[in-house]
């Protein structure tokens, strides 16, 4: 069975699906039955720099405050830590399942469902590995600081993953975009090498940084990873929550764009397997 | 209930599967019959061993299992307010509510103070003009039908203010006079 290729919302996108060869393609023939939306990020993540409190981000306070919803937290909560003993050479080796909860003075890591967060002195983020829970990665980061309006913060970075696959093999493209000369890779290290590399831009105040190299979720697929960054001295939020809500959005177009104009319509994209509970 | 799918499967023998009230299929030749003084055992005997004595040949079924009834929610809507004037004696306060994940539109309105608590103490501790807090719209899901309800949640003042760095320093210098002094 064939779907429809068409391009509707941001960022998403959809293509047609074979599922007798399971490819993604925008020429595939066929009858258009239901569209079918890839999800064409793999991950996102928001952090900002600057002086925080790990202690305060507690799952009960981000439940108080219906920064999450509640099952999330409920969740988290009921997974108990668990030691588990397997004889390994002469001796045991004890295995140990940490709780996804973690609250420390000096680092707080949650593991939600949905999103996770990691905090310490210097370092918030706020990431999801689900394209689903993209927009509420945003919220959540809105949320918690529009309530903690007295944070001091120096940087805020937004942050995209993909894995993409084409039709050209990603040895080729990424030769043909990073080593158009190769002779002299080939001299020294041989036929077999592999290659990426990072291209650099500043727009409107923002750093942005593209990296592009061999995926190891998707065979000769091509890793892409974008940063956008800004640098932000302020001791209230307003000035990154109005950035974050400003151009979340826009960036992921921007990544999505930028990626196509440079690597060509991806065939086929990674997505991650959710773990079974 | 299983004794009822039960006879109903017998009768409909042409149907070689039925559906328990987990959902998932069980053949019908292992449907168990059940023993009414066997039943709070937790497990049921199959018809099928019924006549040997030896448990190794008898086929034992787990029961289904009970549904856990668990509440999820959706947060609706969410609103950073900050209070504006606070009636006590006519028993509610104004406040100003902003719209921080939608579109960026602030209103006011008017809030009964009995719901932020019953608890006085409470209350005079957290309202005050220019106290902020967080007020949401959820719909709870879970047994019956769905459940919209809002709250409020105050931030706590904080502690640290402009000019505490001095008059800690003041304190110190009261309480401990032959120390060296704190900015030193």
Redesign the interface.
């Known amino acids: 069975m064939c779907v429809g290729a068409f391009v509707k919302g941001q960022g998403v996108i959809a293509f047609g699906y074979d599922s007798a060869t399971q490819k993604f393609g925008k020429d595939l023939p066929g009858n258009i039955g239901f569209q079918r939306f890839i999800k064409v990020l793999n991950f996102t993540s928001i952090v900002l720099l600057g002086n925080f409190n790990p202690a305060i981000y507690h799952p009960e306070w981000l439940e108080k405050f219906k920064i999450l919803p509640i099952q999330e937290i409920q969740w988290a909560e009921g997974e108990k830590t668990e030691m588990k003993e397997i004889p390994y050479k002469n001796g045991t080796l004890v295995l140990k399942k940490i709780p996804p909860l973690m609250v420390t003075p000096d680092l707080t890591e949650l593991f939600f469902p949905s999103l996770r967060l990691t905090v310490n002195y210097e370092r918030f983020e706020c990431s999801t590995e689900e394209r689903r829970n993209f927009s509420l990665v945003k919220d959540v980061v809105i949320k918690i600081f529009s309530l903690l309006s007295h944070t001091p913060i120096k940087a805020v970075g937004i942050n995209f993953h993909a894995h993409w696959k084409f039709k050209d093999p990603s040895d080729v493209i990424l030769k043909n975009l990073f080593a158009k000369n190769d002779s002299a890779f080939q001299n020294s290290l041989g036929p077999d090498y592999h290659i990426g590399g990072t291209i650099w831009s500043i727009q409107k105040g923002v750093k942005s940084s593209l990296k592009i190299e061999k995926s190891n979720k998707l065979d000769n697929g091509v890793y892409i990873q974008a940063n956008y960054h800004k640098d932000i001295e302020t001791i209230q939020t307003e000035q990154p929550i109005n950035f974050i809500q400003e151009n979340y959005d826009d960036f992921i177009n921007q990544f999505i764009e930028e990626s196509k104009k440079i690597l060509g319509d991806p065939e086929e994209t990674w997505k991650m397997q959710q773990p079974k509970k | 209930m299983e004794n009822a799918t039960a006879q109903k499967i017998s009768q409909e023998s042409t149907t070689p599967l039925i559906e328990d009230i987990t959902g998932s299929l069980i053949l019908r030749d292992s449907i168990p019959k059940t023993d009414p003084d066997k039943e709070n055992t937790g497990y049921h005997i199959s018809e099928q061993s019924s006549g040997s004595d030896s448990l190794e040949s008898k086929q034992i079924i787990e029961p289904a299992k009970k549904p856990i009834y ?6 609706d809507q ?1 609103w ?1 307010g900050e209070v504006l004037e606070v009636h006590t004696n006519e028993g509610y306060f104004v406040a100003s509510l ?1 719209d ?2 939608g579109p960026k539109v602030e209103s006011v309105a008017e809030f009964d103070i009995k719901t932020i608590s019953q608890n006085t103490e409470e209350v005079e501790q957290c309202l005050f003009p220019g106290a ?1 807090f ?1 007020f ?1 719209v ?1 719909t709870e899901h879970g047994i019956g039908p769905p459940r919209t309800s809002s ?1 409020l ?1 105050f ?1 706590m003042p ?1 502690i640290w203010r402009e000019g505490d760095n001095e008059k800690v320093k003041e304190l110190y210098r009261d309480l401990f006079p032959s120390d060296p002094p704190l900015d030193e």
Request: glycine residues 6%; aromatic residues 16%.
């Open positions: 668990q509440i999820t929610e959706n947060i969410w950073i902003r921080v994940i902020n967080a949401y959820v709250g949640q931030t904080y």
